[in-house]
């Protein structure tokens, strides 16, 4: 086989896959972009009871807090690497009651609540806050999911 046609088996291969992970990453985030896809596991009852009790239930969803929301890139980026993590804690091991954040999530979750919330931030002396200092979370720590409700 002569060198322009295994370029251009290449430029196709290259082509569809790349048309595949396009599809791919699209359905992904159709499939998992509403927040009755979080609320699909057990774990989640009573976060989620909570929320639908909450005056953001109706101005922002999972994927509005808890995915990184500065580009497309790095919102798939978040959900495949909190997915993966999820998935693995729900079929491999055993969730725990409680769940607690991971670290990495946390600036992801400071920069939205900031991107909703920026004017009443600028009214504090918050919006001068070291990086590393407090976070929004630390003071609102039941917003929006109050307090655990049992779930039934």
Avoid at 99 to 105: I, P, Q, R
Avoid at 114 to 140: I, M, W, Y
Wanted: proline share 4%.
């Amino acid at each position: 086989m002569d060198r322009a046609k295994k370029l251009k088996i290449i430029i196709l291969a290259g082509g569809i896959f790349l048309m595949a992970a396009g599809a791919g990453t699209a359905a992904m985030h159709k499939i998992t972009g509403n927040t009755a896809f979080c609320g699909t596991c057990h774990v989640m009852d009573n976060y989620m009871a909570s929320w639908e009790h909450s005056s953001h239930r109706e101005v922002a969803g999972c994927n509005d807090c808890h995915t990184d929301q500065r580009n497309y890139a790095a919102k798939t980026w978040s959900k495949v690497y909190a997915g993966s993590q999820h998935a693995f804690v729900n079929t491999v091991l055993t969730p725990p009651d409680h769940l607690k954040l991971y670290e990495a999530s946390k600036p992801i979750i400071q920069r939205n609540c900031l991107r909703c919330h920026d004017d009443l931030v600028a009214q504090t002396n918050l919006d001068k806050a070291e990086p590393g200092g407090k976070s929004c979370f630390d003071c609102h720590r039941s917003t929006p999911h109050g307090r655990e409700r049992p779930s039934t």
